[in-house]
């Protein structure tokens, strides 16, 4: 169970920490709003973490004597401490965006640690199964298997590039590695440490068969973070084009909330719950 301490009305808290607790659907949530009345709750057992927010808990728990007095919630943000010997972490009151909307977006990102901490017992990522490959082969293989599946009629592939540089016109630029994913907490990468080695890569006959079957089969759905700029790339170096890109997560994200950044990094700490307290 995750404890949650706020004087905010438990609704409101929901309404605008609920894109991170719908990732959460297992997690048992209890919100109180004292301290006494979370003693209480952590005493009847059950809690696996205490997320207190905002200043006025953490003020009655630093006169508890349970976290440093004189430290306000910024400087006390993503360290794990302990309330009556249940794990806690501290962050900003729901109503925070009212005011700087920059540390909203903070406690959006302490709320799925929080919530991590609360399932798994740490605040650290959980990282999967990241593979260098020198060839496409094992991806196409995989989504293959998939698709013989006749239930199946149509697999996301998450697509991303490294580039040396941002002007694909630029004489000394090149792509230097594509990345894959089909499969949750998998990964696989093909990169090359020159330019020479990369325009050879994806001039080969196999590596463009392949390249071309990735980004254009109707039952593979291409997905990407601001994939315009990757797309762009993957073109001016191997002269393929894609005709089954179907999201963008930078665009997504930007319809969903415009006021705040809509990177990888952002996305990852907000929506993954993997990969909450990853760093960038």
Known sequence: MLLVITTAPKL???RKLGSVFC???SLQMEFVQSIAEALKVVNAGGVKAVFSL??????EI???????KNRKVTGLRKQVMSFAGVPLLVSYSPSIGEIDYSQFVDLLTDTNLACNLASTGSISPKYGDYQYVPTLTPIVQGLKSLL???EVKKVPLAF???TLGLDRFHKDGYL???QFSFKVGTAYMVAWSSRAESRAWLQDFQNQQD???????????VRAANGKYDLEWLYEHSGITCTNFTADTTLIGSLLDENRSNGLDIHAKIYAPRLAGCVS
């Open 12 to 14: 409101d808290c929901l």
């Open 23 to 25: 990732n959460h659907q």
């Open 54 to 59: 905002g200043s006025q808990p953490l003020e």
């Open 62 to 68: 630093q006169a508890a004597g349970s976290v440093p």
């Open 148 to 150: 013989s599946d006749p």
């Open 160 to 162: 991303d590039t490294e």
């Open 176 to 178: 230097i590695s594509l």
């Open 211 to 221: 390249l071309h079957w990735l980004m254009n089969e109707p039952r593979i759905a």
